[in-house]
């Protein structure tokens, strides 16, 4: 027999530097460690009820596409972190890979070159540069984990993680999940599922063996001991909402035999919206009106948001425009500002000083 059996349609098998030979390269510094450290540890006593006073809120591009665009964004944020810390816990949102649907751009760490080369190291590169300037800055950063392999990558640089509605269903996440370092939140299902996120809670506080790598990159077995540190995301499916009470009543109950005291974030973009950046303001005013008159199991908010609002179509070799997003639809960063004092106001109805 002359015909091939393994790889029949795969063009090429190329290596990938190592985890430890890219966090050599790129080493994390004392300054970035303390803040990750920190942040992980406010997230624990906001989900676990030992900080009842503020909200987290995970704030900014659906997606990274350009560097310097995130650099300017962070620089922006990271003032009003400061002057709204006592009331809210903002966590840049850092997203370098982009589950689709179908296809389209996977993200910076697939494609970082914008021109389908799939440069993958050197997106891996650049994703971990970019996380070390971000919290350099002072600024925790959050993202989705999509390939089982990255966090070996970035992981210690990153406060806060998701599992997303695509994903949230999958084995081989909810392992992964189950020996991260930080805080996971997992999405309820693309049509709304909001069992699948339940299982995935459940699934991710147990021990589990899987097959990983090391630092070397090498193929090794993975044993975890079990994430307690996990809640539910509700981000709305299959073109219906789920952020008003009746959602969050049935999540509580859901989840309440997880021993979790806030388990719900709420997601204002997706479903939630209806896909509509602007309404994610209208949103985040209504979960605000349930904080305050008692649903003390609502944790936080996220919220999709760049430089520029609305997005725009990326195509091969035509210009993009600065601070505009290349998937999801995001508020600009006037609304955005604007719209954290609002939250952070509603919380403690006192001026900011």
């Avoid at 900014?60 to 665009?69: E, L, N």
């Avoid at 975890?224 to 996990?230: A, E, K, V």
């Avoid at 209504?286 to 179509?313: C, D, H, K, Y």
Wanted: glycine share 8%; net charge neutral.
């Amino acid at each position: 027999m002359n015909r091939p059996i393994d790889n029949q349609h795969v063009i090429e098998i190329k290596a990938l530097p190592s985890p430890r030979a890219i966090k050599t390269k790129l080493p994390i510094t004392d300054q970035a460690a303390a803040l990750v450290v920190e942040t992980r540890e406010a997230i624990r006593r906001i989900l676990h009820g030992e900080d009842r006073e503020r909200l987290l809120i995970i704030v900014g591009p659906c997606s990274i596409h350009d560097p310097d665009a995130a650099y300017e964004y962070a620089a922006k944020l990271k003032p009003v972190a400061d002057t709204l810390r006592d009331r809210l816990l903002i966590v840049m949102r850092t997203y370098f890979e982009k589950p689709r649907t179908t296809v389209g751009w996977k993200g910076l760490i697939n494609d970082p070159h914008l021109d389908g080369t799939c440069d993958i190291a050197t997106g891996m590169e650049m994703a971990r540069g970019v996380l070390l300037k971000i919290n350099q800055l002072g600024l925790p950063c959050g993202t989705e984990l999509l390939d089982p392999i990255s966090p070996q990558y970035v992981a210690d640089l990153i406060s806060w993680v998701a599992i997303g509605a695509r994903t949230t269903e999958s084995q081989t996440h909810r392992e992964m999940a189950s020996g991260v370092s930080m805080p996971v939140g997992f999405k309820n299902g693309t049509e709304g599922s909001l069992q699948v996120a339940i299982n995935a809670m459940i699934s991710a506080r147990a021990p589990h063996h899987f097959v990983g790598i090391n630092a070397d990159g090498q193929t090794a077995i993975i044993r975890t001991m079990g994430n307690p540190d996990r809640h539910i995301v509700l981000r709305g499916g299959g073109g219906r909402t789920n952020y008003e009470e009746e959602h969050v009543v049935r999540a509580e109950a859901a989840v309440s035999g997880e021993g979790i005291a806030r388990p719900i974030m709420i997601d204002c973009s997706h479903d939630n919206s209806k896909k509509d950046h602007t309404r994610q303001g209208l949103v985040a005013h209504e979960v605000l009106r349930q904080f305050r008159e008692g649903r003390q199991t609502i944790m936080g908010l996220m919220l999709e948001s760049n430089l520029n609002p609305g997005r725009q179509a990326w195509k091969e070799g035509v210009a993009l425009l600065h601070g505009v997003s290349i998937t999801d639809a995001c508020l600009g960063w006037n609304e955005t500002e604007h719209l954290l004092f609002e939250i952070a106001t509603a919380i403690t109805p006192k001026p900011v000083s």
